[in-house]
């Protein structure tokens, strides 16, 4: 294929991303937001899991569970508290590890669109996770800071023990799930193979963790967890560059994509 046909068939599947993500992400945070106030309503602490509070879905800003922690659970040391503040933070890592379990069947892989939104709905739980265990761990509300604060446990638990579920999920993910889209989507197309790997990058460490983190949260000092968002977005740039040699994995090249 000519060049200018590698770039169109990259645009054109960049410009299908974006228009799948935007609005996967509004599914996962409303789902996010109903998975507190089911929680809250099963605990009898909201008299229906309608009560939250809608914000605005692109940029994630503005929404909010609608439990009220501090009437409810003045005193902190409550289970429930840890329960409906964590909530999503089990239900995203469970629609994760399915997602990923699904796109390594091979029936999956022949299905080539619903293999294509399950994998951005996969990404999209996994950004949150990285958001909130990642960049947000020793915040004194929020997910964390609830879950953290309900059973009295140390931030730094959650942190060390959740990085290290994630870190390993992230090698799933660019190990064995990445080359799997650069078969279905690129098909030997290095700029849609780069272009995947990007925006992969992209919406994990940036889009919904490091940007969001350093401008939202500054000045408080816990603004500098964003700053991780960045330098992981760079290092997999580099370490999972889609046209290392194989037969030499001591190097890293780059073939023409016009080749």
């Not at 239900?91 to 091979?106: C, F, K, S, Y």
């Amino acid at each position: 294929m000519a060049v200018s046909g590698r770039i169109r068939e990259t645009l054109g599947y960049m410009i299908i991303v974006i228009m799948t993500f935007a609005v996967l992400q509004s599914v996962v945070v409303v789902m996010h937001e109903f998975t507190h106030s089911t929680a809250a309503w099963l605990f009898g602490d909201m008299p229906s899991p309608l009560g939250i509070v809608w914000g605005n879905p692109l940029m994630m800003t503005g929404w909010d569970e609608g439990v009220h922690y501090s009437k409810l659970f003045p005193s902190g040391h409550h289970a429930a508290e840890a329960i409906i503040g964590g909530s999503p933070l089990l239900v995203h890592p469970v629609i994760v590890a399915l997602g990923i379990l699904l796109l390594q069947r091979q029936w999956m892989i022949e299905k080539k669109w619903i293999f294509h939104v399950i994998y951005w709905f996969v990404i999209a739980n996994f950004m949150e996770l990285i958001a909130y265990i990642v960049m947000r761990p020793f915040a004194s509300g929020g997910d964390t800071g609830h879950f953290n604060r309900g059973l009295g446990l140390s931030p730094w638990i959650l942190f060390v023990a959740g990085t290290l579920i994630i870190i390993f999920g992230l090698y799933v993910i660019f190990k064995k799930i990445l080359p799997l889209m650069y078969t279905v989507f690129a098909r030997g197309n290095c700029m849609t193979e780069w272009a995947i790997l990007f925006m992969t990058a992209f919406f994990l460490f940036l889009w919904g963790s490091g940007i969001r983190v350093v401008f939202y949260i500054y000045p408080d000092p816990q603004w500098m967890f964003g700053l991780l968002g960045f330098a992981a977005f760079g290092v997999v740039l580099v370490a999972c560059n889609p046209r290392r040699d194989i037969t030499n994995p001591g190097t890293s090249i780059l073939v023409s994509c016009q080749a």
